[in-house]
């Protein structure tokens, strides 16, 4: 009886930050609700350590000797939380970065620089700049007056900083960057906004810091198109747009084989 009055109340006191499932359910939880999922076929997931896990709040790890079959894990590494402790041991790591930058990500940064170039001017700002190969690739160009990069892991920062000698790094936070309104010519953002809980907000900063006829650039994956279990946000070119609302679009492109959407907004 005791017993039975126990578990009512600790489910009256947890329900609204738990989910009480049955012994041997394996899903992930999505919006408050639980889908049963099958990992039997995805590496992504360690089920020796996680039973059930919620989508998008994946810590990132690295597992030595893991033979990468799933197209999402082709750098070996397991997805718990998008928190910056996960991400400075991600961005640390000099053999999960070499893999994560492969032939195929080279070519998407080498795309998105071909179409965007033309809007490259001024001061720049790559926000979530992670290692900085981005950036690198963007000083090789040589279309800009100063260079700036900012991410919430530290490890990323002192990575940049290891790069790209003659720009500046600051860790920051993608809702506030800490920099003056209208400061930056060219605003970047890539393959972040997936990973975020607010990003109408964060495209708000970026909207803030971007000067008046300067130019904001924003990739993010195309969403019926992206399996990978640690995003956030899974957008279709028409609900994208939507969240732009008025924001001035001069150039959408798909890229990567359709993967990706390309969007540059004009302030």
Not at 33 to 45: E, G, I, M, N, P
Not at 69 to 88: E, F
Not at 138 to 147: D, E, I, M, V
Request: proline share 1%; net charge negative; hydrophobic share 35%.
């Amino acid at each position: 009886m005791m017993s039975r009055f126990l578990e009512k109340l600790g489910w009256l006191l947890l329900r609204d930050r738990f989910l009480i499932l049955d012994k041997g359910s394996e899903g992930i939880v999505r919006d408050g609700s639980f889908q049963a999922v099958d990992f039997s076929h995805r590496t992504l997931v360690d089920k020796s350590r996680h039973l059930v896990i919620e989508k998008g709040r994946y810590k990132i790890t690295h597992r030595n000797g893991c033979a990468a079959r799933d197209p999402n894990d082709s750098v070996g590494m397991a997805v718990i939380d998008n928190s910056r402790s996960s991400y400075d041991e991600f961005w640390r790591s000099d053999d999960v970065v070499a893999a994560y930058h492969d032939e195929a990500r080279r070519a998407f940064y080498e795309e998105v620089l071909t179409i965007c170039e033309k809007y490259v001017r001024g001061n720049v700002i790559d926000i979530g700049c992670g290692s900085g190969v981005f950036l690198h690739l963007l000083a090789l160009r040589g279309r800009h007056q100063l260079l700036y990069g900012t991410d919430f892991s530290m490890s990323s920062i002192a990575r940049c900083r290891r790069l790209i000698a003659d720009a500046r790094f600051v860790q920051s936070d993608v809702y506030q960057l800490g920099c003056r309104d209208e400061s930056f010519e060219t605003v970047i953002c890539m393959e972040t906004l997936e990973h975020l809980e607010r990003p109408e907000e964060a495209i708000r900063e970026a909207r803030r810091v971007c000067s008046r006829d300067g130019f904001v650039i924003i990739t993010i994956p195309e969403g019926s198109r992206d399996g990978y279990i640690g995003h956030l946000n899974f957008w279709s070119e028409d609900e994208f747009r939507s969240m732009l609302g008025h924001e001035k679009i001069v150039e959408f492109r798909y890229a990567e084989g359709g993967q990706a959407m390309i969007f540059v907004t004009k302030r």
